[in-house]
């Protein structure tokens, strides 16, 4: 592949789609992104072949002048390759999900997609600083418009909402990018992650990326237009915004706060441990007694990306490779249940949780999906969604016992919520004749399943295929971060047992001290 731009194509089919989508009718527009979506799929599967384990850290390198000031630099580590493969992996079934359900402006709904596609790719790709937050703010104009306009009742509200609160907190990113172009003398992301800024400075450069990462992940209490966007949004637009949109904030902490800003990061890691405990135990609690299914998934996303952030400054290499399986495991069954959602909603046209009940009688193969989603949400040894969890409460556990007690309360809570929830749906006694008439899954609905579930599976029972090739850059992002970790509560255990060689000293001396008084006696 040496030479060839893949990644620039990676971005260059979807926009060739989009604007075919816009000239096309329904039907042809909804082909037209299946197969750009599917193309993309491809060239994914190409990337990850084609990638060297332990190999340089930045490979698939681009580079060429625009004009002065902006260079177009592409390039991915092992970090990014896997974020791009989740895009590409959940794009064709955000299309197929679309399918039957778009009849509106079917080819703008589709181009918006395709777009979005380009600028989520573009986002884990840009090596260049301002490259980075072109792609990074531009992403909120499809999605606005897909909430927008293919929205629910209360469309209007929850996008002006999701652009304002994820606008507003970027501007301050931008502001503190040009600083550190002026500091630096470059806008290179590989060179910037290893230049060391001023200690005074750091401070208030990672408050302005903050501001930023954390609405867009999003982190408690800036998360309030999550819950609205969801429920106003297509099914599509949400299995798209749980499982790649709002990975882009953690992809920015670990891409930019952490790495560039080690200093800062170790200063401000209680002031995101108490945030995130909060999301964990207070979103469970709301998660609760929610009625309607797609804001009870939209709670535990808060809940779970508080999870990842707690993992994420534990300043150690377990709590960071658990937060990046957590992310790509929550991409992937947060977007399942969110499209399990949206295949009942089709039939009855009803998100109300009361609505629904015995399920598992009339639909057994979909509640058979439903179980499996949902047991990988909670954290079911031998799914996506146990392993991540598990190393990051690992990481978190050397940093703060307590902070891993109250964050394993929000696991706790998250079985609770998750399966009341299952239960009210898919068990009990079928109240409603609609619902006891309601068909099983169609073909459609199995080829986005079975994907999906073939995913969490693969993780769950082998997750080294995902470890393997983010070890080594989360290695060097460890070894950056060493300089700053701060001492964490199994430093102070440690510190507290004095070394064997001391205490074989010690037991030498109070040896000869007796032996010593034993004499004088004599």
């Given at each position: ?175 503190a990018m040009m600083w550190m172009v002026n500091e630096a003398g470059t806008s290179d992301i590989p ?332």
């Amino acid at each position: 592949m040496s030479g060839f731009p893949i990644l620039s194509l990676m971005l260059l089919v979807p926009l060739v789609g989009a604007v075919a989508c816009l000239l096309a009718n329904r039907e042809a527009a909804r082909m037209i992104a299946l197969v750009a979506t599917l193309v993309d799929l491809v060239l994914g599967a190409v990337l990850w072949s084609r990638y060297q384990i332990g190999g340089p850290q930045w490979q698939f390198q681009e580079h060429a002048s625009v004009f002065a000031g902006f260079e177009w630099k592409l390039g991915i580590d092992g970090i990014a390759l896997l974020l791009i493969a989740l895009t590409v992996f959940l794009m064709p079934v955000c299309i197929g999900a679309s399918w039957n359900a778009i009849e509106k402006r079917a080819g703008e709904y589709y181009a918006n997609f395709l777009v979005m596609e380009t600028l989520m790719i573009g986002v884990f790709s840009a090596q260049d600083l301002f490259l980075f937050y072109i792609m990074f703010e531009a992403g909120l104009i499809p999605m606005y418009l897909i909430i927008g306009i293919w929205g629910g009742a209360d469309r209007i509200y929850a996008s002006y909402k999701f652009f304002l609160y994820t606008l507003l907190g970027s501007v301050l990113m931008l502001i503190a990018m040009m600083w550190m172009v002026n500091e630096a003398g470059t806008s290179d992301i590989p060179t910037l992650m290893a230049y060391n800024f001023p200690v005074h400075a750091q401070t208030w450069l990672w408050l302005a990326f903050f501001a930023s990462f954390a609405v867009k992940m999003p982190m408690w209490p800036t998360h309030t237009w999550l819950p609205d966007a969801h429920v106003q949004a297509p099914t599509a637009g949400s299995v798209i915004l749980a499982g790649v949109l709002l990975k882009m904030g953690g992809y920015g902490f670990i891409r930019f706060s952490l790495p560039m800003f080690p200093e800062a990061s170790a200063q401000f890691a209680p002031l995101i441990y108490g945030l995130s405990m909060a999301a964990v135990v207070i979103t469970s609690l709301i998660a609760l007694v929610q009625h309607d299914m797609k804001k009870l998934i939209a709670y535990s996303s808060v809940a779970h990306m508080g999870i990842v952030t707690v993992g994420l400054f534990a300043f150690n290499r377990q709590g960071l490779e658990g937060s990046m399986l957590i992310m790509l495991s929550h991409g992937l069954v947060a977007g399942a249940l969110f499209l399990a959602v949206g295949v009942i909603y089709d039939r009855l046209h009803t998100r109300e949780i009361d609505r629904y009940g015995g399920l598992a009688i009339n639909m057994p193969a979909y509640a058979l999906f439903f179980m499996l989603f949902t047991m990988a949400s909670v954290g079911l040894p031998g799914t996506s969604g146990f392993v991540g969890e598990f190393l990051s409460l690992m990481g978190v556990y050397a940093q703060s016992s307590w902070v891993a007690l109250v964050c394993t309360t929000g696991i706790i809570l998250g079985a609770a919520y998750m399966l009341y929830l299952y239960r009210r749906v898919v068990f009990g006694v079928q109240k409603h004749a609609d619902t006891a008439a309601m068909p099983d899954l169609d073909k459609r609905e199995w080829a986005m399943m079975i994907p999906l579930a073939a995913a969490v599976l693969w993780m769950g029972i082998f997750p080294e295929t995902f470890l393997a090739p983010m070890r080594k850059d989360i290695a060097a992002l460890d070894a950056r971060l060493a300089q700053a970790r701060p001492k964490g509560d199994a430093d102070l255990r440690l510190a507290a047992i004095p070394p064997a060689s001391a205490t074989h000293e010690h037991g030498d001396a109070m040896e000869h001290g007796s032996k010593a008084e034993h004499e004088g006696a004599r």
